[in-house]
């Protein structure tokens, strides 16, 4: 059974770069086939999904939060790990991290953390 779960601040500054990390059990970052994910749900709005670290390294992001964002991993622990920079509160959400495969689809997902951006 794989479990994930997430780590980090839980209130930030508008600004401030957040850093959150997700802990994998029961699975490993470099398995075959598997893209290691953090999504995103606002109040109000629909899951939006931030980035991938795939099995092999690569990275992929949404395009409209390239610019901010960058997914890194450290296989030695079995974590990986999302630096959004230059928080606004609009980017006030719950963060999940997700195992994807197959394109869009995700089997597990860590239990979501509340991060909040506020003077």
């Known amino acids: 059974q794989v479990q994930l779960q997430e780590s980090g601040p839980s209130l930030l500054k508008p600004s401030q770069t957040l850093s959150l990390t997700c802990t994998v059990s029961?699975?490993?970052?470099?398995?075959?086939?598997?893209?290691w994910s953090w999504l995103r749900q606002s109040p109000g709005k629909g899951l939006e999904r931030m980035g991938s670290?795939?099995?092999?390294?690569?990275?992929l992001y949404n395009p409209s939060l390239e610019s901010r964002t960058s997914i890194s991993r450290d296989t030695s622990k079995n974590q990986f790990t999302l630096q959004l920079s230059s928080v606004t509160p609009e980017d006030t959400a719950v963060y999940y991290c997700?195992?994807?495969?197959?394109?869009?689809?995700?089997?597990?997902w860590g239990q979501g953390t509340q991060v909040t951006v506020s003077k």
């Open positions: 997700a195992r994807g495969f197959g394109g869009w689809s995700y089997d597990y």
């Open positions: 029961g699975g490993t970052l470099t398995t075959n086939d598997y893209a």
């Open positions: 670290i795939t099995y092999d390294g690569r990275t």
